[in-house]
């Protein structure tokens, strides 16, 4: 039998991860839409001079907020990999 309070905690952990799970997946519709416009002006799957400032701000952020920056660095690097992946799906298919 678990602790109430332990119930209470887990069920905080299971609404944020909830929350993430749908943040992702409105930050995965606006990059679906980066990389059509990426592929309609012929413009390249990756930007690293954005995702340079991209994991300079997140670091940032993550700082104040008293997270790992090396942990939002790699969480962004694995986001910004996946984001790439599909940019250059969407370009080869506009190009077939």
């Known amino acids: 039998m678990s602790h109430p309070e332990l119930l209470r905690l887990r069920d905080s952990i299971d609404n944020i991860d909830a929350a993430l799970i749908h943040l992702l997946a409105e930050r995965f519709k606006c990059t679906q839409a980066v990389g059509e416009f990426k592929a309609t002006h012929d413009l390249p799957a990756a930007d690293p001079s954005r995702e340079a400032a991209q994991i300079a701000r997140l670091r940032q952020l993550a700082a104040g907020a008293k997270l790992d920056p090396d942990f939002a660095e790699k969480f962004l690097n694995f986001i910004v ?5 599909h940019h250059e799906a969407i370009a080869k298919n506009k190009g077939a």
């Open 81 to 85: 990999k996946e984001v790439i992946r």
